[in-house]
């Protein structure tokens, strides 16, 4: 019987001892009513299936924005068709007028 057991618990350690990680991203995309794209990005972290951290990281991108290369294809999609040159020169001269220091 005590074989047993002692077989039993290092069997649970070996099982315990390479735990499979995965990592999961998911996006929160608003577009704000200036044109801004306001970006949140979980991350997810599980062991075994389970969730064990989640972080977030979050940005802005205003209507100027030249380079998108970085951004996950929703996000490039949705610049594209909010992102009009009508918008994004409104955009601009809001910028220029509220400027304190001309």
Do not use: C, F
């Not at 315990?16 to 995965?22: D, F, G, Q, R, V």
């Not at 064990?52 to 205003?62: A, E, F, G, N, Q």
């Amino acid at each position: 019987m005590l074989k047993a057991i002692l077989i039993l618990g290092l069997l649970t350690t070996l099982a315990y001892a390479s735990p499979i990680y995965t990592e999961g991203e998911s996006y929160q995309i608003e577009v704000l009513e200036d044109g801004q794209i306001q970006i949140r990005k979980a991350t997810r972290v599980y062991k075994d299936g389970v969730e064990i951290s989640k972080t977030y990281h979050r940005h802005v991108l205003p209507p100027d924005t030249e380079d998108l290369s970085k951004e996950v294809k929703r996000v490039k999609d949705i610049a594209n068709v909010v992102w009009t040159p009508q918008l994004i020169q409104e955009y601009k001269d809001k910028q220029k007028k509220n400027r304190i220091n001309p």
